[in-house]
Nanobody, 120 residues
Framework: QVQLVESGGGLVQAGGSLRLSCAASGSNNSLNAMGWYRQAPGKQRELVARLTSGGGTNYAASVKGRFTISRDNAKNTMNLQMNSLKPEDTAVYYC??????????????WGQGTQVTVSS
């Protein structure tokens, strides 16, 4: 079992910055990757940024160059630094952990989500 708790969301003006954090607890010895997803009203949940256990990263095209994902292994946290925020970044942001399970499958764990609102 893995528990994920997000923090750092809020209201910010366009052009501003926010830093999201995800605190992970529980058994994550078989971690494949962690990432941030977001879901805006009326839209599907989408990948924002992903960080593999090997250090590889990938970003949605819409956030590349503005957002940076990182992980602090000592604190067992994952962060998302969001700069130059735009109104279209407004969404609920979810922390995700992909865990390797028996049989070679991946199991997804999710946090409860944190609201990010960017005003124009």
């Amino acid at each position: 079992q893995v528990q994920l708790v997000e923090s750092g969301g809020g209201l910010v003006q366009a052009g501003g910055s926010l830093r999201l954090s995800c605190a992970a607890s529980g058994s994550n010895n078989s971690l494949n990757a962690m990432g941030w997803y977001r879901q805006a009203p009326g839209k599907q949940r989408e990948l924002v940024a992903r960080l593999t256990s090997g250090g590889g990263t990938n970003y949605a095209a819409s956030v590349k160059g503005r957002f940076t994902i990182s992980r602090d292994n000592a604190k067992n946290t994952m962060n998302l630094q969001m700069n130059s925020l735009k109104p279209e970044d407004t969404a609920v942001y979810y922390c995700n952990a992909e865990i390797n399970v028996v049989g070679g499958f991946l199991y997804d764990y999710w946090g409860q989500g944190t609201q990010v609102t960017v005003s124009s």
